[in-house]
Structure formats: structure tokens, C-alpha cells
């Protein structure tokens, strides 16, 4: 008889699968944040906010991750790009808009 490990059972895969649900919440906040108000001043901390939470993510200190926690950081690493880009191109396009509106 074969006895198969659920991952769901471990402690440490359920703590680090919270680690990652907080992140892509925080990222998701950020996003929109900035999207709301693309002209407040405080969004190019934001942005570095999250650029950074992959590698914040790195930090913290986890023993092992499974194969699919990696896969799940790797996403994690080009949806914050993707949308640290989209929030870079509404700042550059509200702040043209401001300076020349109408055009």
C-alpha cells in the first residue's frame, strides 16, 4: 500500500500559502491605489512598494518551499512587473493629461 502526502496537511505549506494569498492582496491594494489616483505624489513609493514584494517575499524566513510555492512566487514575480508597469504608463499618461489637457 502507497501512502500519499497531501501538501494541504503540512503546517508549513499552509502558513506559506498565506504568506503568498497577503502578498498578492497587498500587491492588488497597491494596484489600485495608484490607478485611483495616478497624480498623488506618494505613488512612486508605492511602485517601489510593489516592484519589491517578490523579493520581500524571499525574506521571510521559510525553511523550504514546495514546487508549487515556486511556481506560485515565479507568477507572483511577473504579475508585479506587469502591473508595477501599467501603474507607470496611467502615472505617465495623467501627468501628460495634466500638463497639456485637452490634447
Known amino acids: 500500500m502507497v501512502?500519499?502526502?497531501?501538501?494541504?496537511?503540512?503546517?508549513s505549506y499552509s502558513k506559506n500559502r498565506i504568506v503568498i494569498f497577503y502578498a498578492i492582496t497587498?500587491?492588488?491594494t497597491l494596484f489600485c491605489n495608484i490607478l485611483s489616483d495616478p497624480l498623488d505624489?506618494?505613488?512612486?513609493?508605492d511602485i517601489d512598494l510593489l516592484q519589491?514584494?517578490?523579493?520581500l517575499i524571499r525574506k521571510i524566513?521559510?525553511?523550504k518551499f514546495t514546487f508549487g510555492e515556486v511556481i506560485h512566487l515565479k507568477f507572483?514575480?511577473?504579475f508585479t512587473a506587469e502591473l508595477a508597469g501599467i501603474c507607470a504608463s496611467a502615472m505617465s499618461?495623467?501627468?501628460?493629461?495634466?500638463?497639456?489637457?485637452g490634447v
Open 52 to 55: 519589491n514584494v517578490p523579493s
Open 26 to 28: 497587498a500587491v492588488l
Open 3 to 11: 501512502k500519499v502526502k497531501h501538501y494541504g496537511d503540512s503546517p
Open 76 to 78: 507572483l514575480d511577473g
Open 61 to 63: 524566513p521559510i525553511r
Open 41 to 45: 505624489p506618494d505613488n512612486d513609493q
Open 93 to 101: 499618461k495623467a501627468q501628460q493629461n495634466a500638463k497639456h489637457p
